[in-house]
């Protein structure tokens, strides 16, 4: 099975530290023309963004497809109600390595396909519904959310609350140590995302703040 993939750097390590299969050849696309034009069985866009073309450039492909896209259910992102082989997955920083990944399928779209392709893969996976976050970073990202209230009425301080969460919990992070990780506007992107639809979702204030210092920074 010939697998392209279009990927930053720590995609790149993350992806490499999963198992690797002999079954499976690795054609690593330098830019997104490159990843279109390659002829692979599969096609991986973790540099998805969403808007334009990309989608429509993709699907022209005729393959299996799976978007790195976690704020942006599918209604968002597609138009198209047809079934196609779209799938969105999650590989924000640190979560393309755990060993379950998280995957949604556009409408209808036949799931038997993801099982073939993650057994020949040899990865372990989970098929969940299409809303904004999926799972794991709706859950990572209400965390966060919390963690800056508390921070915002001056309960406490980022590294208290880190180690108060690490050590109740046994979380492998805190809720700053992994905003830290996955970038905070990923976290206010989702959040902004999900309180589209439920108000309980909406962030902090200071959330909000940091995370427009932090792009006006880049």
Known sequence: MKIAILA??????EW???PQSAKVEQLWAKDFTELVHTQADVYFDLLFQPGGE???????????VFINEVSHSFPDLIKNTEPVSLFRLN??????KRDIVELA??????????NEIFSVLGWRHKMVSDIPGLISAR?????????????QEQVSTKEEIDIAMKLGTNYPFGPF??????GLNNIYQLLTKMSERDLKYQPAELLRKESEQQMAWH
């Open 8 to 13: 930053g750097d720590d995609q790149k390590k």
């Open 16 to 18: 490499l530290l999963k």
């Open 54 to 64: 990309r989608i429509n450039e993709l699907l022209k492909t005729a393959a299996p």
């Open 91 to 96: 590989a924000w920083p640190g979560f393309l």
């Open 105 to 114: 399928a556009h409408g209808k779209s036949k799931t038997d396909i993801v």
């Open 139 to 151: 859950v990572i990202a209400m965390v966060i959310n919390e963690a800056y209230y508390t921070l």
């Open 177 to 182: 140590e992994w905003s830290s990780i996955i």
